[in-house]
């Protein structure tokens, strides 16, 4: 019998048909690639800020578990003897002489520090910009709802895991982070002194910090962000991916190109893109060079302490408020260092808990395929807006000594500045924003109604002089008047929870929120003036 027969006769299937069909029968993977590997997926640029979110935390876990094998996370206090001659015979923890070890002596090591450094950096700017790219166009809408929520919980995490590498090397830089995090910690009322004993191990800084911060940092908080994007990535699959509108694109269906094998392609191909651009950035940029601070000790300070970007928001909350301390009962309360600690959370939660509130004030629980405009919804927008100028005040004044010296001001001055922009700042960003969004209302309805502005003018009979419009497109046209009216205002109610609602709904789609889209009688008018 010939190799290439069956024992009945038949022609024998090729090796690999053969491993798919044994497969598939014990794993489904026939009907699940059937199903999943057609999906659709829309192409737009803003898409890709999730995917560099991905890559990114790939390479994280890969570079981390590299650093993992040289790194000694103990504060034991060794006399060091490495390449770095500047420190040789100095004293230093375990965690530090490691570090340097692993910047000198490890072959690429200085590279993959620098690789997982800048990587956590793009990480939480792409989260951060790809979770401002869903609030604004609303894609967090139903049936996404919980995606978003385990997407700000993955910025929230990553704040923190952040917090916890930075702090790792134990140098002077990272011990003056270390260093706000036990005032912090301490400002919390009557259980703030207990706490700082059992998170340092004794008096600051203990002895068993870093062990515990290592431990958080490379087992508890990355598999908990590993489970959160799995199920982020399976809720995406299982929901229809969200679409800008445009020429055949409804709540109802998805235009795009098929998940595999186009999309895999170019998925392929962006994640080596992304690790290029890191790896260059890495090699050319040195970042947080840890040699340079030397090792830490409680009775120093490095000059211009600067944290990472992302905790730039949590240091100006800090600098910006007053050093009010009060003392009640023998206990110390001290406000200027308890209120940031209770406003950095709060202001993520006020993003976080955003779609349940616009579903509640709006009333609205149909399912959104569809992205808006963020002109269409003005409202939305201004709050959005307002929300990123109190964050970005905030960051600039976590480096209020560093502009005083380089711009030769008063750092007091630069301080009140600051105070004052984190009021009145967000106020009036979203007062100009919302009325930015307004005006871009009305120009679309002009230009549906009128036409696009061709730069040619006419004189009329009469001498009067007139601009020449021709007619938009029909897909633009479709693309400025595909957005819902706002519907009915709900009804108060008897309770006094309905009437705020109300109020609250007036404010988001009442009267002058929104501009009317043009009627038909009006699109019907205007085309005779093109």
Not at 453 to 464: D, F, I, M, S, Y
Request: hydrophobic share 45%.
């Amino acid at each position: 019998m010939s190799d290439s027969t069956t024992r009945a006769g038949r022609p024998q299937a090729p090796a690999g048909e053969r491993v798919a069909d044994w497969v598939d029968g014990r794993l489904g993977v026939h009907t699940l690639g059937r199903k999943y590997l057609r999906k659709i997926f829309p192409d737009h640029w803003s898409f890709l800020l999730g995917e560099i979110c991905l890559y990114t935390f790939i390479i994280l876990i890969l570079t981390g578990v590299y650093l993992t094998l040289f790194f000694h996370p103990s504060m034991n206090e060794v006399e060091y003897h490495g390449s770095y001659v500047p420190l040789t015979g100095v004293r230093m923890s375990e965690a530090y002489s490691s570090t340097l070890d692993i910047s000198f002596d490890v072959r690429g090591g200085l590279l993959i520090r620098q690789i997982h450094h800048w990587s956590a950096l793009i990480f939480v700017a792409g989260m951060f910009v790809h979770m401002m790219r869903h609030f604004f166009t609303g894609s967090f809408r139903k049936p996404r709802e919980l995606n978003w929520l385990f997407g700000w919980l993955l910025l929230f995490l990553a704040l923190f895991e952040g917090l916890l590498g930075y702090s790792l090397p134990d140098d002077l830089l990272s011990g003056a982070g270390m260093r706000l995090i036990e005032g912090m910690t301490l400002a919390v009322p009557v259980v703030g002194t207990y706490l700082v004993f059992f998170l340092f191990g004794g008096e600051f800084p203990g002895d068993d910090i870093v062990a515990r911060f290592y431990s958080i940092h490379v087992l508890l908080l990355p598999g908990i962000m590993a489970a959160l994007v799995v199920t982020h990535l399976i809720l995406v699959f299982y929901h229809k991916h969200t679409q800008f509108p445009g020429p055949g694109k409804t709540e109802r269906n998805v235009v795009g190109q098929p998940f595999f094998p186009v999309y895999v392609a170019k998925a392929g191909g962006f994640f080596f893109l992304v690790f290029g651009v890191v790896a260059l950035v890495a090699a050319v940029a040195s970042i947080n060079p840890v040699w340079v601070y030397g090792p830490y000790r409680p009775d120093q300070v490095s000059t211009g302490a600067q944290p990472d970007w992302y905790l730039g928001f949590a240091e100006g909350l800090v600098r910006v408020m007053p050093g009010w301390e009060y003392a009640f009962w023998g206990h110390t309360l001290n406000l200027g260092i308890l209120v940031p600690l209770v406003a950095f959370p709060l202001w993520l939660v006020l993003i976080g808990v955003w779609p349940f509130f616009e579903a509640w004030i709006t009333g609205d629980r149909r399912e959104h395929h569809l992205l808006d405009r963020p002109r269409n919804r003005p409202v939305r927008t201004a709050l959005g807006v307002a929300w990123l100028t109190g964050f970005f005040v905030a960051l600039g004044a976590g480096g209020n000594d560093l502009i005083a010296t380089h711009l030769h001001l008063s750092v007091n001055a630069i301080t009140w500045c600051a105070r004052v922009a984190l009021i009145a700042g967000p106020v009036l960003a979203y007062v100009v924003t919302k009325r930015i969004c307004l005006g871009l209302q009305r120009r679309d309805r002009d230009k549906v109604l009128h036409g696009r502005e061709t730069g040619r003018v006419k004189r009329l009979p009469h001498g009067e002089y007139v601009e020449l419009h021709e007619p938009l497109p029909r897909g633009e046209l479709y693309r400025l008047t595909q957005h819902e009216e706002p519907g009915a205002l709900p009804d108060a109610g008897p309770g006094g929870t309905g009437r705020v609602r109300v109020r609250l709904s007036r404010w988001m789609h009442g009267e002058g929120s929104r501009i009317a889209k043009p009627r038909r009688e009006e699109l019907e008018a205007g085309s005779g003036r093109h």
